[in-house]
């Protein structure tokens, strides 16, 4: 089968920056304090919830894959569309795990994650697909775990055909808390804890950004 354009034109998009993204943003992620915040809380859930892997969907280079290591997680492991993004993943984190997959339909068991870090992984995601990626984030997330969903917040789209100095195809899909609320919870991941803080004059952010903490419902609830 055939991948859809926007699958095609955002793995080799990311394929293209990804040295210069992984050179640029090499070392400790560059984490606003309260982004930290909600990172510390969603490993605090994941923990309250027992050991297991957590996934980083849309890993990138991993930087935040080895975070969550660092959060006291014991099983992280990073899934990204990019393959070069992925390589660069194996070759700096080397005791993690690191595997080439898409979002809207994940290679992984049923009930089989602890927790879901989606860090800006649905911005390039076309209305149509958010709901197969959230049904993704439900299906492989054990009864009780966690998602933590970061996100750019706007109502209309924006696109990029340069990106670090780099030619890209790239459509960024920002969106408001609500709609990403609502579409989790009709997901069955409804959201308990939402952070909207104002985008930060550091020459990267020009929009507010979002964080969403869901969680699947306990069987035993």
Request: aromatic letters at 6%; one cysteine or more.
């Amino acid at each position: 089968m055939t991948d859809p354009d926007f699958l095609c034109d955002t793995r080799t998009s990311y394929d293209a920056i990804a040295a210069t993204y992984s050179e640029r943003f090499r070392g400790r992620p560059d984490i606003k304090p309260l982004d930290h915040a909600m990172l510390a809380a969603f490993a605090e859930l994941v923990r309250e919830r027992g050991r297991g892997p957590v996934a980083d969907l849309g890993c990138g280079p991993g930087r935040l894959t080895a975070m969550l290591l660092e959060l006291g997680l014991e099983q992280p492991f990073g899934i990204d569309l990019s393959p070069q993004m992925i390589e660069i993943a194996r070759t700096t984190h080397p005791g993690l795990r690191f595997e080439v997959g898409s979002i809207t339909a994940l290679d992984l068991p049923d009930d089989s994650v602890t927790g879901i870090l989606s860090w800006y992984s649905i911005i390039h995601l076309p209305p149509d697909q958010l709901p197969l990626a959230l049904a993704e984030f439900h299906r492989i997330l054990v009864p009780g775990g966690a998602a933590l969903v970061a996100f750019q917040v706007g109502d209309q789209p924006h696109r990029r055909e340069e990106l670090l100095g780099h030619q890209v195809s790239l459509e960024f899909f920002r969106r408001t808390p609500e709609t990403v609320s609502d579409a989790l919870a009709a997901a069955g991941l409804p959201v308990h804890t939402h952070l909207v803080r104002g985008a930060v004059a550091d020459g990267v952010e020009s929009v507010p950004q979002a964080f969403l903490l869901a969680r699947k419902p306990s069987t035993l609830a």
